[in-house]
């Protein structure tokens, strides 16, 4: 529960209300610039130039409190990522704003991005089941701001909604990245139950006793995008296949937002925000993204594009063309009994000149080379990671599918990894991975959800991005996360290893570790 308010809740204009542009920034918002491209991972907290790996487990029990959860950051180096040295924070962690208590979620949702333009990357933790006073489930978020040590619970500040609610979850999904010219460092995107939010960082006026009192966030602006209910319909008839049917939905006036990811797609040097999530009225439960382009201050604004695909995403150069690409997983189609509802699917918006474009490459399991078969449940598509494994110039794709059943057993998960070429994605040299897979450690079982959470990561530098995946409900709920190199070739098994979050001194009894992890 966190009692008083830690952030300045001043409103400005950042982005217009309905979600339509991005606009300027306030005047007085000028300095170091942050990410825009998606490759640049914005995780090294201590600015050794290495990048490090945030893992959220909100299911951990913290001073006897259920739920509470914890986050983890393991320092890269030479080397690569291992267990020694890591750190644990929760929000009993000393300097840290609020307290632990059950069900707070702490650790749900995870970002990371350079908010005071100090060089050092800053963490950025959700807690959407956060009390706030009496506010049952308000939500809320801590910054833990990177320093030449890494991150420190007493260098750390809260940010909350303006106007808590009940059930508000303030902090289900975050983001943050450099989306126009103006600033010290990266602007932080929150959503909650009421739609997103924009933070800035703004230095205090005078020096503080603490580096912790001199850094505060303050909020730009809040937009509402489930307001409205679809206009128009959806053709009628039904189509014979899932991505037949995906391209011919009607987009939506408005979404109920579920995630959020950031990257260049016009390649004009500012990131762009996607608000990914699901239709709502009539014609509810497909997957939809808005992307909202960023500008220079002084530029005009761009307007918000709508594409088909979501409530999952992430983005990357697949292609090497310069400019990101926008990959969007639906995981699960709306069971309306038609000869669509399959396991899942995902779509690839290339990059241009313009932006995104509208048509997607569509992918599911039953597209040739791809590795399994589309069947009801298998969750392909939940989670997404896109980065360049063998470090050719051209990004792979990381799907998760969760629900995957292993020969008899029951959503025991798996990944696949397919290549990204000149031409874009294609299933060349495509691999799958799941706990009956030579040289993965451990056993395929029964609800593990191996594949929950897929991430891409460089820590020792090499520019092979080596891939982190993610079983929550192994060992009954504890969690646990697999390491996968990343070689000449690609990901490899040979040589994976696993660890969870008592590996890391971290509570681990059903703490669901990896259940929320950067990318």
Do not use: C
């Not at 993610?470 to 098994?493: K, Y």
């Amino acid at each position: 529960m966190r009692k008083n308010r830690t952030a300045a809740l001043a409103a400005a204009s950042f982005l217009l209300v309905a979600g339509t542009y991005i606009a300027a920034a306030p005047s007085a918002y000028a300095g170091t610039p942050g990410a825009t491209r998606a490759n640049d991972r914005n995780t090294d907290f201590n600015g050794d130039g290495y990048d490090d790996v945030l893992v959220g487990a909100p299911g951990a029990t913290v001073g006897g409190h259920a739920g509470a959860g914890v986050v983890t950051v393991q320092y890269g180096a030479a080397s690569g990522i291992g267990t020694s040295r890591s750190a644990v924070f929760s929000q009993n962690t000393t300097g840290v704003p609020g307290a632990a208590e059950a069900g707070d979620a702490f650790g749900q949702a995870v970002a990371t991005g350079d908010l005071d333009g100090d060089g050092y990357d800053d963490a950025i933790v959700g807690s959407p089941g956060e009390d706030l006073g009496t506010v049952t489930d308000s939500g809320g978020g801590v910054v833990l701001w990177g320093t030449p040590q890494g991150l420190t619970g007493g260098v750390s500040t809260g940010v909350e909604a303006d106007e808590p609610a009940a059930g508000g979850t303030f902090g289900s999904a975050l983001a943050a990245a450099r989306f126009t010219d103006g600033g010290d460092g990266d602007l932080l995107a929150v959503l909650d139950s009421a739609g997103l939010a924009i933070f800035r960082y703004e230095a205090a006026a005078t020096a503080r006793s603490t580096a912790a009192a001199s850094k505060k966030l303050v909020r730009d602006s809040r937009t509402d995008f489930a307001t409205k209910a679809p206009k128009a319909e959806a053709p009628k008839g039904k189509a014979p296949t899932a991505t037949a049917r995906a391209a011919t939905l009607a987009a939506p006036t408005a979404i109920e937002p579920k995630s959020l990811t950031t990257g260049d797609y016009d390649a004009n040097g500012y990131a762009d925000l996607v608000v990914s999530g699901l239709s709502v009225g009539d014609e509810s439960g497909d997957g939809w993204s808005y992307v909202i382009p960023g500008t220079a201050a002084d530029a005009d604004p761009l307007p918000t594009l709508t594409l088909r695909g979501g409530p999952v995403a992430a983005s990357g150069d697949i292609n090497g063309d310069g400019k990101d690409d926008i990959v969007t997983g639906e995981p699960h189609s709306p069971d309306d009994g038609g000869p669509w509802t399959t396991g899942g699917m995902i779509g690839v918006h290339y990059g241009s000149a313009d932006g995104p474009v509208a048509e997607p490459q569509w992918w599911t399991q039953d597209t040739d080379d791809v590795p399994g078969t589309a069947e009801k449940g298998d969750g392909w598509g939940a989670d997404l990671s896109v980065g360049d494994t063998n470090g050719d110039g051209y990004a792979d794709v990381a799907i998760g599918a969760p629900g995957e059943d292993i020969d008899t057993v029951a959503d025991a998960g798996s990944v696949t990894v397919m290549r990204g070429t000149a031409l874009g994605l294609r299933t060349t040299d495509v691999r799958a991975f799941n706990q009956a897979s030579a040289d993965v450690p451990g056993a395929a079982e029964k609800g593990d959800k191996f594949g929950g959470q897929v991430s891409f990561t460089d820590p020792n530098d090499d520019g092979r991005f080596g891939l982190l995946a993610a079983a929550p409900g192994e060992n009954a709920g504890d969690g646990v996360v697999w390491v996968f190199s990343a070689g000449t070739g690609g990901i490899t098994a040979t040589g994976s290893w696993t660890y969870g979050a008592g590996s890391l001194s971290a509570p681990s009894l059903k703490a669901r570790f990896g259940e929320a992890i950067d990318d």
